[in-house]
C-alpha cells in the first residue's frame, strides 16, 4: 500500500491528501492510485520476466474502462467472462490477440462476439460448450482458437466460495474427460485446440497448490501428448488483506513455470486480477451516524454493501482507515456498518479505534479488486463515483450514477 498512506496523520493516495479531495467530490466514492496499478502489473511481470508470458488482466476484478487503459499503456492483454467485458475491454483498446474468455456459461451471442473479434482463445469449460463453438464457427466458416480448462481438484485454501479447482467446483473439465476430449479434439474440425487452462481460486496466499497444478498440466501433456501452443496458467494470486498475513512468494513458483515452459515449448499466460488492483483503492466514506448498541457503538457509514459486497458476500476482513487520525481513544467496541436493510450489511469491529464523531471520515482500504465491479443498485441506490489519482491530480473515472436514469429504468 506504499502509494496510500498517512503523512502527518492526513491519509494521502500518491500526492493528493483524501481530506482535501473531500471538497471536490460527495462520499461514498472509490479512489484510485494509478501508480500502484502500474507497479503492482510492472512487478508481476518482472517476477516472470524469463518465461515472458501474456499478462491478461482478470477483468472481473475491475472493469472500469479507464483503469483497462491504464493497463492496456503497459502492455496487459485481457481475460474476460462475459460479452459485456469484451466489448468494454476492446473499447479500451486492448487488442484481440490479447483477449481470452473463461466462463462456464457462454451464451451464443457471446460466443458469436468472441468468434467475429477474433480474440485469442476462447477457454471452453465443458464438452457441450465446445460443440455449440464447432457448430457456430462451422456456420461462420472460421476455424476457432480454443484452450480446455481444466479442473484439476486441487484444494487451495482460501474462502470456500472463491475456490474453482475442487471436483465438487463447477468450473472446467476433470483430469480424465479433458484427456478424452483432447484426444478426441480432431473431430471438431472448427476448432483448433491451442490451449490448456486452469484458475484453481482466488487469494491464494501458498505457492503450493500452484505447484501442484503445474504437476497435473504435466501428466496431461505426458498423457495426451499434445504440444500446446500455451498453457494459460490463470490468476489466484493472493494479497494481504490482514496484517499477519504473509505475502505469497512468486519468485521460486517462477523458476518452476519457466522449466516448465521450456520443457513443453509453450507460451505463458497468467490472468491476475486481485494482485494488480486489489491494494490500489479505498472507498472513502462518511459516518452518517454514530450509534449506541447494548456492547459497542456502531459506526453507520454512508456506503454500504451495495458499494462494496466483499464483506457480506466472503467474510472478507477490510480494515478501515481514518481519514485524519487523531490520539484520542473511542470508548469501548466500534462496529462499522452500512445503511442496507441486511444484519450482512456490515464491514468491521474493533474493539480499539480511535475517537469518532459523527461526520467523520475514513476509507475502507484495499478496495480495488471485486468492489466497484461486484457493485449493485440493492435497495435502488445508485452506483457510486470512481477516482483516481495520478500523482497530484484527480480525475472522475466513472460518474455517481444519476438517481433519475436509475428509477426511469
Ligand atoms: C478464470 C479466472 N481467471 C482469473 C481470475 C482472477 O483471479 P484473481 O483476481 O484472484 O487473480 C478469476 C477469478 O475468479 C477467474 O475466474
Same mark, same amino acid.
Given at each position: 500500500?506504499?502509494?496510500?498512506?498517512?503523512?502527518?496523520?492526513?491519509?494521502?493516495?500518491?500526492?493528493?491528501?483524501?481530506?482535501?479531495?473531500?471538497?471536490?467530490?460527495?462520499?461514498?466514492?472509490?479512489?484510485?492510485?494509478?501508480?500502484?496499478?502500474?507497479?503492482?502489473?510492472?512487478?508481476?511481470?518482472?517476477?516472470?520476466?524469463?518465461?515472458?508470458?501474456?499478462?491478461?488482466?482478470?477483468?472481473?476484478?475491475?472493469?472500469?474502462?479507464?483503469?483497462?487503459?491504464?493497463?492496456? !499503456?503497459?502492455?496487459?492483454?485481457?481475460?474476460?467472462?462475459?460479452?459485456?467485458?469484451?466489448?468494454?475491454?476492446?473499447?479500451?483498446? @486492448?487488442?484481440?490477440?490479447?483477449?481470452?474468455?473463461?466462463?462456464?456459461?457462454?451464451t451464443?451471442?457471446?460466443?458469436?462476439?468472441?468468434?467475429?473479434?477474433?480474440?485469442?482463445?476462447?477457454?471452453?469449460? #465443458?464438452?457441450?460448450?465446445?460443440?455449440?463453438?464447432?457448430?457456430?464457427?462451422?456456420?461462420?466458416?472460421?476455424?476457432?482458437?480454443?484452450?480446455?480448462?481444466?479442473?484439476?481438484?486441487?484444494?487451495?485454501?482460501?474462502?470456500?466460495?472463491?475456490?474453482?479447482?475442487?471436483?465438487?467446483?463447477?468450473?472446467?473439465?476433470?483430469?480424465?474427460?479433458?484427456?478424452?476430449?483432447?484426444?478426441?479434439?480432431?473431430?471438431?474440425?472448427?476448432?483448433?485446440?491451442?490451449?490448456i487452462?486452469?484458475?484453481?481460486?482466488?487469494?491464494?496466499?501458498?505457492?503450493?497448490?500452484?505447484?501442484?497444478?503445474?504437476?497435473?498440466?504435466?501428466?496431461?501433456?505426458?498423457?495426451t501428448?499434445?504440444?500446446?501452443?500455451?498453457?494459460?496458467?490463470?490468476?489466484?494470486?493472493?494479497?494481504?488483506?490482514?496484517?499477519?498475513?504473509?505475502?505469497?512468494?512468486?519468485?521460486?513458483?517462477?523458476?518452476?513455470?519457466?522449466?516448465?515452459?521450456?520443457?513443453?515449448?509453450?507460451?505463458?499466460?497468467?490472468?491476475?486480477?486481485?494482485?494488480?488492483?486489489?491494494?490500489?483503492?479505498?472507498?472513502?466514506?462518511?459516518?452518517?451516524?454514530?450509534?449506541?448498541g447494548?456492547?459497542?457503538?456502531?459506526?453507520?457509514?454512508n456506503?454500504?454493501?451495495?458499494?462494496?459486497?466483499?464483506?457480506?458476500?466472503?467474510?472478507?476482513?477490510?480494515? @478501515?482507515?481514518?481519514?485524519v487520525?487523531?490520539?484520542?481513544?473511542?470508548?469501548?467496541?466500534?462496529?462499522?456498518?452500512?445503511?442496507?436493510?441486511?444484519?450482512t450489511?456490515?464491514?468491521?469491529?474493533?474493539?480499539?479505534?480511535? !475517537?469518532?464523531?459523527?461526520?467523520?471520515?475514513?476509507?475502507?482500504?484495499?478496495?480495488?479488486?471485486?468492489?466497484?465491479?461486484?457493485? #449493485?443498485?440493492?435497495?435502488?441506490?445508485?452506483?457510486?463515483?470512481?477516482?483516481?489519482?495520478? !500523482?497530484?491530480?484527480?480525475?472522475?473515472?466513472r460518474?455517481?450514477?444519476?438517481?433519475?436514469?436509475?428509477?426511469?429504468?
Amino acid at each position: 500500500m506504499s502509494f496510500i498512506r498517512y503523512k502527518k496523520n492526513n491519509l494521502f493516495v500518491e500526492n493528493v491528501s483524501v481530506k482535501r479531495l473531500l471538497s471536490k467530490f460527495n462520499t461514498p466514492f472509490y479512489l484510485y492510485s494509478e501508480s500502484g496499478i502500474i507497479k503492482n502489473y510492472n512487478l508481476f511481470s518482472n517476477n516472470f520476466k524469463k518465461s515472458k508470458p501474456l499478462i491478461c488482466f482478470s477483468v472481473k476484478a475491475n472493469s472500469n474502462i479507464q483503469i483497462l487503459k491504464v493497463l492496456k !499503456k503497459i502492455g496487459s492483454g485481457a481475460d474476460v467472462v462475459s460479452g459485456g467485458e469484451l466489448l468494454r475491454v476492446i473499447k479500451s483498446g @486492448i487488442k484481440p490477440n490479447k483477449i481470452v474468455f473463461s466462463g462456464v456459461g457462454k451464451t451464443e451471442e457471446e460466443i458469436r462476439l468472441a468468434i467475429k473479434n477474433n480474440i485469442l482463445l476462447i477457454n471452453v469449460e #465443458s464438452e457441450n460448450e465446445a460443440l455449440l463453438i464447432n457448430k457456430i464457427a462451422g456456420k461462420l466458416k472460421k476455424k476457432i482458437a480454443i484452450g480446455i480448462r481444466l479442473n484439476p481438484d486441487i484444494n487451495a485454501p482460501t474462502h470456500k466460495k472463491i475456490s474453482t479447482g475442487k471436483a465438487e467446483d463447477k468450473f472446467g473439465l476433470s483430469k480424465t474427460n479433458l484427456i478424452s476430449f483432447c484426444l478426441n479434439s480432431k473431430k471438431l474440425k472448427n476448432l483448433r485446440l491451442n490451449a490448456i487452462s486452469v484458475h484453481i481460486g482466488s487469494q491464494i496466499l501458498s505457492e503450493n497448490p500452484f505447484k501442484k497444478t503445474l504437476k497435473v498440466l504435466e501428466e496431461i501433456i505426458k498423457k495426451t501428448k499434445i504440444n500446446f501452443k500455451f498453457v494459460d496458467l490463470g490468476g489466484g494470486f493472493g494479497i494481504t488483506y490482514k496484517k499477519k498475513e504473509r505475502k505469497i512468494n512468486l519468485k521460486n513458483y517462477s523458476n518452476l513455470v519457466e522449466k516448465f515452459r521450456k520443457k513443453h515449448n509453450c507460451n505463458i499466460i497468467f490472468e491476475p486480477g486481485r494482485a494488480i488492483v486489489g491494494d490500489t483503492a479505498i472507498l472513502v466514506s462518511k459516518v452518517q451516524y454514530l450509534k449506541k448498541g447494548s456492547n459497542k457503538t456502531f459506526a453507520i457509514l454512508n456506503a454500504g454493501m451495495n458499494d462494496f459486497m466483499r464483506v457480506a458476500l466472503y467474510d472478507a476482513v477490510h480494515n @478501515i482507515m481514518p481519514v485524519v487520525k487523531n490520539s484520542k481513544k473511542n470508548k469501548g467496541p466500534l462496529e462499522f456498518v452500512g445503511p442496507i436493510c441486511e444484519t450482512t450489511c456490515k464491514f468491521i469491529k474493533y474493539n480499539k479505534y480511535q !475517537k469518532l464523531n459523527q461526520s467523520d471520515y475514513v476509507a475502507i482500504s484495499d478496495v480495488g479488486a471485486y468492489g466497484a465491479s461486484l457493485s #449493485s443498485n440493492y435497495n435502488t441506490k445508485p452506483l457510486i463515483a470512481e477516482v483516481i489519482i495520478n !500523482k497530484s491530480k484527480s480525475r472522475v473515472i466513472r460518474k455517481k450514477q444519476d438517481i433519475k436514469s436509475l428509477i426511469n429504468q
